[in-house]
């Protein structure tokens, strides 16, 4: 019999196969429902063997028509990923398709499901009889089809799908995230909900799925999550149903499937199995529900996620208010959120439940919309939110609408031509990641703008009225974790957006004005977790690049203070810096000091740089030679950084050292990937690899050595595994810089081939909710697309440039600020052209593989000459400059030890203190002081130096200094460079202590 179109999920009723196999599907199964197909409870289970037939078809090819199947390799090793099927035409012939292009082409995840697409238009007018396949290893296949696939014309908003990402679990991430449906840089995110118990994976592609293996909502949720890991806060939940009432979450859930599913920024959309539908669409603060009843009556039930909030609802107004206070561990100073909703059409009923936080509302209609807003302050200003951003008689389509434009204004500013369908996907959806995050959480009060500051210490209690943190003015936004998003989400703000970055850094530095800090990883507050305090980098690379719509002397004085001072709790500041900037290097006495030296070393550089453009001369001299301080953790034994003890020691001994380990030195990565962490210095990388030559080598050997995953401790070893590129770990941040480090060794073909190989196939399986390789944390694995996919990288963060690859697109136009367009044009540009051959700027010529921040953002057209073969263009390397830091003189001081000990753990007194020089004297270039744990500061003072400890010689004089922080460090330079066998230090005032005097020489 002749048919269309072809589909078989191997269950009962479905076309079967030729060929036994029909199982139950995978037994086990990371990121998805173990023991069932993709979809349905069977799948058919592949074996290596010959080409063999699976269906019998008469199946005629249009100009339209894709082969598609779902496969799981499951090992074990990659073998399984040579599988395919193949078509057998009328005539005889085949498509080609074999398991060795399919495996040699690395797409295939292991021990996940994985959409497979072929577009059959060269064989058009062909009609295919049989369905082949062949296999090296062992897996499963689901989902066969033939069919028509054409994809229409669509605004670059309706090409997201915010369900990419979410294919993942705490064993492994295709990006470990949520359908967060919101505007950009909302106040809240709204979300489909499949675990309505959880802070942290609470919607799975399909992990959750019922016994029929469908999908199953528990709810519609208020979310605030920036990243499972962290958890989230203040969640609420609604959710339809019709016959009694059920609040039991699992006895409540509605079966649906994906493709009854609309996941886009702006509105969510699902038809459940039973005919029930729900809409939803965001403003800033609020949201507007829309649920309809095929029985033209039906319930919507009010709770959370926990027992912990209030909850009153009023029938006879159609009125609910609640309060939530629920919080994961990591959500460092959120208090309450206060919720106030109307439904638009009269309640038949309605009543709060037996837990405080759970009730409904009941109706006697066929459609319901339910308008709901939040605030951090008070109802009452949840209250004033609804009606600012949604009021009454508002259509649910106009709030869709506005909520669409606004997205469709950011993600219109870039215009692609020669996408494919999937690659548009990627990008938008990468463009929508990155203006998703960081968000608002200041409110539009009687009083101006204020916000409920969770940075501020307030004893006050929260009632079911009105928070007990203290509201400041002013515009304050959260939700960043800066580790994970110096490296491309803030440059690529500076570039796309660059008045609103300023304005994002603004409200981050509102945390240095009202709690003393800027959060390393803010969610909302001070939480105590990863590396660095990158917030220095990515405000300096702004500045830097002509971002100045913030308080520049605020955020100055913030990353001064993370630079400078011992930070009095876990939460904020720089770990080991009381002993760090002392030693040289940060020991290992701080967990992952080798990972705090070195994010140390590429902030002090961003902040040298910025000094210098502010004028602060003494700050840049130190910070730039402090950022070379990473030469003290390559140990030349054994080529790679690594950890050294108090004492000086190398952590690990060379024989037998294993730059493949995981061990405590590093955070989430090994030796091999941080054997490249110094992007702010390519020369000096290069000298300590050997030269360009040696750093080429080394980059080779790299990409060359397999991961293996080794015990798998944490979900990122098994990631990087999968990565298949050595050593290489895309799937996680510290690694992203590292194919561009090629271009300090003058081999940019490896370059781009290394990007090319992670843009073809390391973010794929938009459709079956993955995406991504690893964690996508707050846009940055999304930025790095957009960047690379545009030909741009911005390597060297703090430093207004950026490196050039190939472009993906044939063009790309980039609406500025300004009203200039960057444009980039690579007329060839094809996926198996990754190589560029020439580039000209404005029609001129540039033979360099770096570009300028301010070129760009002046408006300016690239024409890129990219081919399938590698060239000569941009092949220069750095010349190659050894790290020399200042060091401190080695001495003693016979009347202030405490002063010389490394340490500011330790103070002393001081009036005159005095230090002499053991072995011979080097020249003294800076000296450095800080202030003690108590007592007075040093305002006015003399350094003098001495050949013979009886006449001095004044070197420098200081008068009305300020030491604004207990334990700060000041740097001090010298008008001239001094070398003395003695030195003395003369304070003006009483009861003058200090931590540490550090004399810094070449």
Same mark, same amino acid.
């Given at each position: 019999?002749?048919?269309?179109?072809?589909?078989?999920?191997?269950?009962?009723?479905?076309?079967?196969?030729?060929?036994?196999?029909?199982?139950?599907?995978?037994?086990?199964?990371?990121?998805?429902?173990?023991?069932?197909?993709?979809?349905?409870?069977?799948?058919?289970?592949?074996?290596?063997?010959?080409?063999?037939?699976?269906?019998?078809?008469?199946?005629?090819?249009?100009?339209?028509?894709?082969?598609?199947?779902?496969?799981?390799?499951?090992?074990?090793?990659?073998?399984?990923?040579?599988?395919?099927?193949?078509?057998?035409?009328?005539?005889?012939?085949?498509?080609?398709?074999?398991?060795?292009?399919?495996?040699?082409?690395?797409?295939?995840?292991?021990?996940?499901?994985?959409?497979?697409?072929?577009?059959?238009?060269?064989?058009?007018?062909?009609?295919?009889?049989?369905?082949?396949?062949?296999?090296?290893?062992?897996?499963?296949?689901?989902?066969?089809?033939?069919?028509?696939?054409?994809?229409?014309?669509?605004?670059?908003?309706?090409?997201?799908?915010?369900?990419?990402?979410?294919?993942?679990?705490?064993?492994?991430?295709?990006?470990?995230?949520?359908?967060?449906?919101?505007?950009?840089?909302?106040?809240?995110?709204?979300?489909?909900?499949?675990?309505?118990?959880?802070?942290?994976?609470?919607?799975?592609?399909?992990?959750?799925?019922?016994?029929?293996?469908?999908?199953?909502?528990?709810?519609?949720?208020?979310?605030?999550?920036?990243?499972?890991?962290?958890?989230?806060?203040?969640?609420?939940?609604?959710?339809?149903?019709?016959?009694?009432?059920?609040?039991?979450?699992?006895?409540?859930?509605?079966?649906?499937?994906?493709?009854?599913?609309?996941?886009?920024?702006?509105?969510?959309?699902?038809?459940?199995?039973?005919?029930?539908?729900?809409?939803?669409?965001?403003?800033?603060?609020?949201?507007?529900?829309?649920?309809?009843?095929?029985?033209?009556?039906?319930?919507?039930?009010?709770?959370?996620?926990?027992?912990?909030?209030?909850?009153?609802?009023?029938?006879?107004?159609?009125?609910?208010?609640?309060?939530?206070?629920?919080?994961?561990?990591?959500?460092?100073?959120?208090?309450?959120?206060?919720?106030?909703?109307?439904?638009?059409?009269?309640?038949?009923?309605?009543?709060?439940?037996?837990?405080?936080?759970?009730?409904?509302?009941?109706?006697?209609?066929?459609?319901?919309?339910?308008?709901?807003?939040?605030?951090?302050?008070?109802?009452?200003?949840?209250?004033?939110?609804?009606?600012?951003?949604?009021?009454?008689?508002?259509?649910?389509?106009?709030?869709?609408?506005?909520?669409?434009?606004?997205?469709?204004?950011?993600?219109?500013?870039?215009?692609?031509?020669?996408?494919?369908?999937?690659?548009?996907?990627?990008?938008?959806?990468?463009?929508?990641?990155?203006?998703?995050?960081?968000?608002?959480?200041?409110?539009?009060?009687?009083?101006?703008?204020?916000?409920?500051?969770?940075?501020?210490?307030?004893?006050?209690?929260?009632?079911?009225?009105?928070?007990?943190?203290?509201?400041?003015?002013?515009?304050?936004?959260?939700?960043?974790?800066?580790?994970?998003?110096?490296?491309?989400?803030?440059?690529?703000?500076?570039?796309?957006?660059?008045?609103?970055?300023?304005?994002?850094?603004?409200?981050?530095?509102?945390?240095?004005?009202?709690?003393?800090?800027?959060?390393?990883?803010?969610?909302?507050?001070?939480?105590?977790?990863?590396?660095?305090?990158?917030?220095?980098?990515?405000?300096?690379?702004?500045?830097?690049?002509?971002?100045?719509?913030?308080?520049?002397?605020?955020?100055?004085?913030?990353?001064?203070?993370?630079?400078?001072?011992?930070?009095?709790?876990?939460?904020?500041?720089?770990?080991?810096?009381?002993?760090?900037?002392?030693?040289?290097?940060?020991?290992?006495?701080?967990?992952?000091?080798?990972?705090?030296?070195?994010?140390?070393?590429?902030?002090?550089?961003?902040?040298?740089?910025?000094?210098?453009?502010?004028?602060?001369?003494?700050?840049?001299?130190?910070?730039?030679?402090?950022?070379?301080?990473?030469?003290?953790?390559?140990?030349?034994?054994?080529?790679?950084?690594?950890?050294?003890?108090?004492?000086?020691?190398?952590?690990?001994?060379?024989?037998?050292?294993?730059?493949? /380990?995981?061990?405590?030195?590093?955070?989430?990565?090994?030796?091999?990937?941080?054997?490249?962490?110094?992007?702010?210095?390519?020369?000096?990388?290069?000298?300590?690899?050997?030269?360009?030559?040696?750093?080429?080598?080394?980059?080779?050997?790299?990409?060359?050595?397999?991961?293996?995953?080794?015990?798998?401790?944490?979900?990122?070893?098994?990631?990087?595994?999968?990565?298949?590129?050595?050593?290489?770990?895309?799937?996680?941040?510290?690694?992203?810089?590292?194919?561009?480090?090629?271009?300090?060794?003058?081999?940019?073909?490896?370059?781009?081939?290394?990007?090319?190989?992670?843009?073809?196939?390391?973010?794929?399986?938009?459709?079956?909710?993955?995406?991504?390789?690893?964690?996508?944390?707050?846009?940055?694995?999304?930025?790095?697309?957009?960047?690379?996919?545009?030909?741009?990288?911005?390597?060297?963060?703090?430093?207004?440039?950026?490196?050039?690859?190939?472009?993906?697109?044939?063009?790309?136009?980039?609406?500025?600020?300004?009203?200039?367009?960057?444009?980039?044009?690579?007329?060839?540009?094809?996926?198996?052209?990754?190589?560029?051959?020439?580039?000209?700027?404005?029609?001129?010529?540039?033979?360099?593989?770096?570009?300028?921040?301010?070129?760009?953002?002046?408006?300016?057209?690239?024409?890129?000459?990219?081919?399938?073969?590698?060239?000569?263009?941009?092949?220069?390397?750095?010349?190659?400059?050894?790290? /020399?830091?200042?060091?401190?003189?080695?001495?003693?001081?016979?009347?202030?030890?405490?002063?010389?000990?490394?340490?500011?753990?330790?103070?002393?007194?001081?009036?005159?203190?005095?230090?002499?020089?053991?072995?011979?004297?080097?020249?003294?270039?800076?000296?450095?002081?800080?202030?003690?744990?108590?007592?007075?500061?040093?305002?006015?003072?003399?350094?003098?130096?001495?050949?013979?400890?009886?006449?001095?010689?004044?070197?420098?004089?200081?008068?009305?200094?300020?030491?604004?922080?207990?334990?700060?460090?000041?740097?001090?330079?010298?008008?001239?460079?001094?070398?003395?066998?003695?030195?003395?230090?003369?304070?003006?005032?009483?009861?003058?202590?200090?931590?540490?005097?550090?004399?810094?020489?070449?």
């Amino acid at each position: 019999m002749t048919t269309a179109a072809f589909f078989s999920s191997f269950e009962p009723g479905d076309p079967q196969p030729v060929t036994p196999g029909i199982g139950s599907g995978p037994p086990r199964a990371p990121t998805a429902k173990p023991g069932v197909g993709f979809t349905g409870r069977n799948a058919f289970r592949y074996a290596p063997g010959p080409p063999r037939t699976l269906f019998e078809v008469d199946i005629p090819v249009t100009a339209n028509t894709a082969l598609s199947y779902v496969v799981f390799p499951d090992g074990p090793g990659y073998r399984s990923t040579y599988v395919t099927l193949d078509l057998e035409f009328d005539d005889g012939t085949r498509t080609g398709f074999t398991p060795q292009a399919q495996g040699d082409a690395k797409t295939l995840y292991l021990d996940q499901w994985n959409l497979v697409r072929h577009p059959l238009k060269k064989f058009t007018g062909r009609r295919v009889k049989r369905i082949l396949f062949a296999a090296q290893g062992t897996g499963w296949l689901d989902d066969v089809r033939i069919a028509d696939h054409a994809p229409g014309p669509k605004d670059p908003v309706d090409h997201v799908r915010t369900t990419r990402g979410t294919h993942s679990s705490r064993k492994f991430s295709r990006g470990n995230t949520f359908p967060a449906t919101a505007v950009p840089h909302g106040f809240n995110f709204w979300t489909p909900i499949t675990d309505a118990r959880a802070l942290n994976w609470f919607y799975s592609y399909h992990q959750h799925n019922d016994a029929r293996n469908e999908p199953r909502l528990q709810a519609f949720g208020l979310s605030h999550q920036p990243s499972p890991w962290m958890g989230d806060r203040h969640p609420f939940h609604l959710m339809p149903g019709t016959g009694k009432v059920e609040p039991h979450r699992a006895r409540r859930a509605l079966a649906f499937t994906h493709d009854d599913e609309t996941d886009r920024p702006y509105h969510y959309g699902v038809r459940f199995r039973t005919g029930i539908t729900a809409d939803l669409a965001p403003t800033d603060r609020a949201a507007m529900f829309r649920f309809t009843f095929p029985e033209h009556r039906g319930w919507v039930l009010f709770d959370n996620a926990r027992n912990r909030g209030g909850l009153r609802v009023h029938p006879e107004t159609g009125v609910v208010t609640a309060h939530t206070w629920v919080r994961s561990r990591l959500s460092t100073g959120a208090r309450r959120m206060f919720v106030y909703a109307e439904a638009d059409q009269p309640p038949s009923d309605g009543a709060r439940l037996r837990r405080p936080v759970t009730g409904y509302l009941a109706f006697a209609e066929p459609e319901v919309t339910i308008r709901i807003a939040t605030s951090l302050i008070s109802l009452d200003q949840a209250q004033r939110n609804l009606a600012q951003e949604i009021p009454a008689g508002t259509a649910f389509d106009d709030v869709r609408s506005r909520a669409r434009n606004r997205w469709q204004d950011i993600l219109g500013r870039i215009e692609l031509e020669g996408a494919t369908e999937d690659q548009l996907t990627t990008f938008y959806s990468s463009l929508y990641r990155l203006f998703l995050y960081p968000n608002i959480a200041h409110e539009n009060t009687p009083g101006g703008v204020r916000h409920a500051s969770p940075v501020i210490r307030s004893f006050r209690p929260s009632t079911h009225r009105r928070t007990g943190a203290k509201v400041v003015d002013g515009e304050l936004y959260v939700n960043n974790g800066f580790w994970d998003t110096y490296r491309t989400v803030w440059p690529a703000y500076a570039l796309l957006a660059p008045q609103q970055c300023g304005r994002m850094i603004d409200g981050f530095v509102q945390q240095y004005r009202e709690g003393g800090w800027i959060a390393r990883w803010s969610s909302p507050g001070y939480a105590d977790l990863m590396t660095g305090t990158s917030s220095d980098a990515a405000f300096a690379d702004a500045y830097l690049k002509g971002v100045t719509n913030f308080d520049i002397a605020a955020a100055y004085d913030a990353a001064l203070k993370n630079a400078t001072v011992v930070p009095p709790r876990k939460g904020v500041g720089r770990k080991g810096l009381d002993r760090s900037p002392f030693l040289g290097y940060t020991p290992t006495s701080t967990r992952g000091g080798l990972s705090w030296a070195l994010e140390g070393c590429l902030n002090d550089f961003a902040l040298a740089n910025l000094s210098d453009a502010l004028a602060r001369h003494d700050y840049a001299v130190y910070f730039r030679q402090r950022a070379q301080h990473y030469v003290h953790h390559f140990d030349p034994r054994i080529g790679f950084f690594q950890g050294r003890t108090r004492d000086g020691s190398w952590h690990r001994p060379a024989e037998g050292y294993r730059p493949e /380990v995981w061990d405590t030195d590093f955070v989430e990565t090994n030796a091999w990937n941080t054997a490249f962490s110094a992007p702010h210095d390519g020369p000096g990388l290069a000298a300590l690899h050997g030269g360009p030559a040696g750093l080429e080598a080394k980059l080779d050997e790299f990409f060359r050595l397999p991961e293996t995953g080794q015990d798998g401790r944490i979900h990122e070893m098994t990631e990087a595994r999968d990565v298949r590129m050595g050593q290489y770990g895309h799937s996680n941040q510290p690694s992203h810089h590292i194919p561009f480090v090629y271009a300090f060794a003058g081999a940019p073909a490896k370059l781009q081939r290394t990007v090319r190989e992670v843009l073809r196939r390391l973010y794929a399986g938009s459709e079956l909710g993955q995406g991504y390789p690893g964690d996508e944390d707050n846009g940055e694995m999304s930025a790095w697309y957009v960047f690379t996919a545009l030909g741009l990288y911005p390597l060297t963060v703090g430093c207004p440039s950026y490196v050039a690859c190939a472009p993906l697109f044939r063009s790309a136009t980039v609406h500025l600020d300004n009203g200039k367009d960057l444009v980039i044009r690579a007329p060839r540009a094809a996926v198996d052209a990754p190589y560029v051959h020439g580039l000209t700027v404005n029609g001129e010529p540039h033979p360099s593989a770096t570009l300028s921040h301010v070129v760009l953002a002046s408006g300016a057209t690239l024409d890129f000459d990219v081919r399938s073969e590698p060239g000569s263009w941009g092949t220069e390397p750095v010349t190659p400059v050894p790290p /020399v830091p200042l060091r401190d003189l080695a001495g003693h001081s016979p009347d202030r030890p405490a002063l010389f000990d490394d340490t500011s753990r330790t103070d002393a007194a001081v009036r005159t203190a005095t230090f002499t020089v053991e072995g011979e004297p080097r020249e003294v270039v800076l000296y450095t002081l800080t202030s003690g744990r108590r007592g007075g500061n040093p305002r006015s003072w003399v350094l003098e130096g001495s050949d013979d400890g009886q006449h001095w010689r004044t070197l420098d004089e200081r008068s009305s200094e300020v030491f604004r922080w207990r334990r700060q460090l000041r740097p001090f330079v010298l008008a001239e460079a001094a070398a003395y066998r003695h030195y003395r230090l003369r304070v003006r005032g009483r009861r003058v202590r200090l931590a540490q005097w550090e004399l810094l020489a070449r």
